[in-house]
């Protein structure tokens, strides 16, 4: 007998609400329920790749349990855990801005939820095998798409973006076919379980199947247990209060996608079965990260024609999704003036926010009527030549107000084709580093101050598309080690780390059309 790891388990999900009654691993569609009772598949040859300390922490377990064969053998769906009941959530979804019916969890079987420090967590395994809701394919996942998770939740999390955790990540020992490119050349890959872990993986996607079968009742349950787990603050079940959490909702969505604006993350498959109901990141696919300023840049190939996911529409598509859950609550709510109010109010409040952020990215604490006009001409410069938003911002806290001249020289490192800055586009920074200092002479802080204040907006580290990338094919050679660098790497993406210059710099020339760095379909 392995030795069991101790962990306070405290389910809700699956004995609160109903289960589908069917108990066999067979796909269909589940009706009057919110998840099917499954077990995760077992794995050839089970390996644990890498532990998030801070995770483990965060459920009370101790490092040594991390590296425990019972921790191996539960979180890589090969042992349950006694008393506990696994299962997959059903959930529904507008894909691509069409309904696409029933989705849920395909390859993603939550285990059970933890109780600790006064915080609830459940968690899941992604790749873990079949589900009811498997549709066409397989259930698994493979390593190149489940490092990407792991190291992009977590790096995520440390720069202060709401987000799903990541607990662990391991190799299943079985192999997985994949066709990466669509294009008729499938490959066996290494198959990979990503641990994940989140206070709810509910989505919009779970309120809006119910809707759409019009199943109110379920509905109705769904949203008080929804309330009374993660907004109790909104008090007894009322229409009132669902009002009240249609706002909540709407709120968090919004300060999620202005985070993911200010870091430059591209989500890359906004479709509303990937939005949580919490307000997190969630569902790491086809996400990239910006390189150079681009407004109209998406990682995701299978949107390259349409660019609907683009990083300059996330704010407008985080709205329609809101629409798509606004319908969904609507049977239980019956005002339709109330939900639009706090639908209009989401673009009110996304200009004021957004130019908020922009503010503090650019050190400015003061409010000034020609600030909109400021940060306009700034996004418009960016985007006169390739230059790298990460760098630019950071690189942008060494501006002296005094020196205007020297602006363009502290940001020099941020320009992909510096032989390519004609005079006229030159002209065109001095400009706005004129208009920038003279901006800055309103201000009461020094230098120093706004640059301190800068680095805690501005990150120095981000999981650039090519780093992942180089993690992930040392992976395939059998080397892990630079999952660990990058992850401890991520660890502090605001603060100067000297020995970790080498990754402060723009995307290597090699990576640009490289596949899996800029271009990423969703085969994962
Ligand atoms: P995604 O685009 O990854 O958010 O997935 C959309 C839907 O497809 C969800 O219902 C997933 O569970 C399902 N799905 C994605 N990949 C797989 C897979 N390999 N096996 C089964 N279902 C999957
Ligand atoms: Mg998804």
Redesign the pocket.
């Known amino acids: 007998m392995v030795k069991q790891i101790k962990i306070n388990i405290n389910d809700s999900f699956n004995k609160e609400l109903p289960a589908d009654p069917i108990l066999e691993n067979t796909r269909r569609q589940v009706t009057k329920a919110c998840f099917s009772f499954v077990k995760p598949k077992q794995t050839a040859n089970p390996e644990m790749l890498h532990v998030s300390p801070d995770m483990l922490d965060n459920l009370g377990l101790t490092e040594a349990d991390g590296k425990s064969e019972a921790f191996l053998n539960i979180f890589t769906g090969n042992e349950v855990l006694e008393n506990t009941k696994p299962y997959a959530m059903c959930?529904g979804?507008h894909?691509f801005g069409s309904w696409a019916g029933q989705?849920?969890?395909?390859?993603?079987i939550n285990l059970f939820e933890v109780e600790h420090d006064n915080t609830n967590w459940a968690l899941q395994l992604k790749g873990a095998g079949?589900t009811p809701?498997?549709?066409t394919?397989?259930?698994?996942?493979v390593l190149r798409s489940s490092i990407r998770e792991y190291l992009c939740s977590e790096a995520m999390h440390h720069l202060g973006v709401p987000t799903t955790r990541a607990l662990s990540l391991a190799l299943s020992g079985d192999e997985v076919l994949r066709d990466v490119l669509y294009n008729g050349n499938p490959a066996y890959e290494k198959g990979a379980i990503v641990s994940r872990v989140a206070p709810s993986f509910l989505r919009f996607g779970s309120f809006e199947i119910l809707a759409a079968r019009q199943d109110i009742e379920t509905l109705n349950t769904l949203v008080d247990y929804t309330i009374k787990h993660h907004f109790s603050y909104l008090g007894k079940p009322s229409k009132e209060s669902y009002v009240q959490f249609f706002a909540e909702v709407t709120e968090r969505t919004l300060q999620m996608i202005i985070h993911w604006q200010r870091v430059g993350f591209v989500h890359g498959?906004m479709?509303t079965?990937?939005m949580s109901i919490l307000g997190l990141t969630i569902?790491y696919?086809p996400y990239g990260w910006l390189e150079d300023f681009n407004f109209g840049w998406t990682p995701n190939t299978t949107d390259s024609q349409h660019k609907r996911y683009r990083y300059g529409n996330q704010p407008n598509i985080g709205l329609w999704n809101l629409y798509q859950l606004a319908n969904a609550l609507f049977p239980l709510i019956e005002d339709a003036e109330k939900l639009e109010a706090i639908l209009n109010k989401y673009k009110v409040d996304f200009e004021t926010q957004s130019l908020k952020m922009m503010r503090n990215k650019l050190g400015l604490e003061l409010v000034d009527d020609l600030d909109t006009q400021l940060i306009q001409n700034l996004e418009d410069n960016l985007q006169l030549s390739e230059t790298d938003m990460t760098i630019f911002f950071r690189s942008l806290g060494d501006f002296k107000k005094e020196n205007p001249t020297d602006g363009i020289k502290i940001v020099a490192n941020a320009f992909y084709h510096p032989t390519e800055i004609s005079d006229a586009i030159r002209q065109n920074w001095n400009n706005w580093f004129v208009r920038y200092a003279s901006r800055l002479q309103k201000e009461t802080t020094i230098d120093e101050a706004r640059k301190e204040q800068m680095n805690t907006v501005n990150p120095k580290y981000v999981l650039r598309n090519y780093m992942a990338q180089l993690a992930i094919d040392a992976a395939d050679k059998g080397d892990y080690s630079l999952i660990d660098e990058l992850f401890q790497l991520l660890k502090n993406p605001y603060n100067e780390q000297p020995h970790n210059e080498k990754w402060f710099v723009k995307r290597p020339d090699w990576a640009r059309h490289k596949v899996g760095c800029s271009m990423l379909s969703?085969s994962?």
């Open positions: 959930y979804g894909q989705l849920g969890d395909g390859r993603a079949e809701y498997s549709r394919a397989d259930g698994l996942a498959v479709n079965d990937n569902d696919g969703c994962s």
